[in-house]
C-alpha cells in the first residue's frame, strides 16, 4: 500500500485505526453493496393496544423495515420524522405513509379499499387492518419465504383474504368496538382473545415498578407476531391444500358422477367451508348433494352437504328408511352390499367401499321427496 493511497493519508488517522476502519468499510460494501439506511416505524406512546402491535410485527416483516426502529410516542415533530407512522397522527396518507384510523370521518372497510377483492368485508380497519390491506401479499410472502414456502399467484391470493378472515377482522372490529350481536347483549364475556391478552401486558394502575414500556411493548409485538406467524403457516400448509382438494373435487364431479351431485375428495380433509364458497366462486351454488371421503377406519363416508358450514341440516339427507340402523340390518333395509352404518338424523353414513357408498348416495339421491325429509 503506498502513502497516497494509504488508510492514513485518506482519513488523516492514525495509521493502524485507519486501517481497521477501511477494512471495515470495504467489507460492508463488499458484503451488503449499499450500506442500509436504518428506517423509523412511528407509533402512539402510553398505553398500548393489538392492533398498533401487529401493525408494527407486519411492518418489520417486509424487507424494507425489517431492521427499523420503533418509535413510540406522541411528540408530531418526531412522528414526522419517522418513515411510516401508524395508529397516531390523526392521518390516512398512503403516498405519505401514513395510517392512522382514529380522525372523524374514518369509516375505511376491506371491502371500500379492495372492493374487487372482498365486496362484503365492512368491518371498519384498525391500524392492523389498514396495513394488512395494503401490505398483507408482501407481508405472507415473506413471512412463508422465511419457512422457505413458495406460495403460487393463486395461493397467495387465496391466503390474503383466509387470514384477514381468520385472523386480523376479529382485531379490526374489537379495536373499533363492534359488537359481535346486533341487538341484546351476549350472556357472557371472552376475556382470552389475543386482544385482551395484549392489553394485560399494559402495567396495571397499582404496579409500583413496572417495565420500561417499550419493552412491554415488544411483548407485545412478539405475542401477537407469534400467533399471526402461526396463522399464515397454517393457512398456507392446511387451509389451502385442503381448498385444493375440494376445489378438484368439483371440477372433476361430473366424471364421477355424471349429474355432479356427488363428489369424492381424493384425501380426507376439512372440506364443508371451502366447498360452499368455491361453490359461490365456480358458479355451481346448492348443486352438490353428497361428498364421499375415506376414513381413517379404512372405510368410506357419504356425507350430506349442509346448507351452512356449522349446520346439521342437510340439501339432501341419506334415505329415511335407513336411519339408525347399523351393519347387516341396514345392508338389508337399503339393499347395498356393505353399509356399516347410517347416522339417525341421515346427514352422515358408511360403507366398507367406496362403490357401497356410491351406491347409497344414489340411492338416497332417487328416492322420493318424502323420503329425504
Not at 410472502?141 to 386480523?168: D, I, Q, R
Not at 336411519?323 to 366398507?352: M, P, W, Y
Request: glycine content about 6%; hydrophobic content about 40%; aromatic content about 8%.
Amino acid at each position: 500500500m503506498n502513502s497516497a493511497t494509504s488508510p492514513a493519508n485518506l482519513f488523516k488517522i492514525p495509521l493502524k485505526a485507519a486501517e481497521l476502519v477501511w477494512n471495515g468499510f470495504t467489507t460492508m460494501v463488499s458484503e451488503n453493496k449499499i450500506p442500509r439506511i436504518l428506517k423509523r416505524i412511528g407509533t402512539h406512546s402510553g398505553v398500548f393496544h393489538c392492533d398498533e402491535a401487529l401493525a408494527c410485527f407486519m411492518l418489520k416483516q417486509l424487507p424494507d423495515y425489517e431492521d427499523a426502529e420503533i418509535i413510540r410516542t406522541r411528540n408530531s415533530d418526531i412522528l414526522n420524522t419517522c418513515d411510516i407512522v401508524v395508529d397516531v397522527g390523526g392521518d390516512y396518507d398512503v403516498e405519505r405513509n401514513r395510517f392512522d384510523h382514529h380522525q372523524r370521518g374514518f369509516e375505511h372497510t376491506f371491502s371500500t379499499i379492495l372492493p374487487n377483492i372482498a365486496s362484503n368485508k365492512t368491518i371498519k380497519l384498525s391500524s392492523a387492518g389498514l396495513i394488512y390491506v395494503h401490505y398483507g401479499m408482501e407481508i405472507i410472502s415473506a413471512v412463508l419465504k422465511k419457512m422457505n414456502h413458495t406460495p403460487t399467484t393463486e395461493c397467495l391470493k387465496g391466503l390474503f383474504l383466509a387470514v384477514y378472515e381468520g385472523f386480523v377482522e376479529e382485531l379490526d372490529a374489537i379495536d373499533n368496538g363492534i359488537p359481535m350481536y346486533a341487538d341484546g347483549h351476549p350472556k357472557y364475556r371472552i376475556n382470552t382473545h389475543l386482544s385482551a391478552r395484549v392489553h394485560r401486558l399494559n402495567p396495571e394502575w397499582n404496579t409500583k415498578n413496572p417495565e420500561p414500556a417499550d419493552e412491554l411493548f415488544k411483548k407485545a409485538m412478539d405475542l401477537v407476531g407469534n400467533e399471526f406467524t402461526e396463522k399464515v403457516v397454517e393457512t398456507a400448509t392446511v387451509w389451502w391444500p385442503a381448498r385444493d382438494i375440494v376445489k378438484s373435487a368439483i371440477l372433476n364431479r361430473k366424471t364421477f358422477y355424471p349429474s355432479g351431485e356427488i363428489i369424492k375428495l381424493e384425501e380426507r380433509c376439512p372440506w364443508k367451508d371451502h366447498l360452499l364458497s368455491l361453490e359461490e366462486e365456480l358458479g355451481v351454488n346448492g348443486e352438490i348433494k353428497f361428498v364421499i371421503f375415506h376414513d381413517p377406519s379404512d372405510s368410506w363416508r357419504i356425507q350430506g352437504i349442509p346448507v351452512q358450514p356449522d349446520s346439521f341440516i342437510c340439501r339432501v339427507f341419506l334415505h329415511k328408511n335407513w336411519r339408525g340402523e347399523r351393519d347387516e340390518q341396514l345392508q338389508q333395509i337399503s339393499g347395498v352390499e356393505g353399509a356399516i352404518f347410517c347416522h339417525s338424523t341421515g346427514f352422515i353414513g358408511g360403507n366398507k367401499t367406496m362403490e357401497g357408498s356410491l351406491k347409497m348416495a344414489i340411492k338416497s339421491l332417487e328416492a322420493a321427496v318424502i323420503d329425504r325429509d
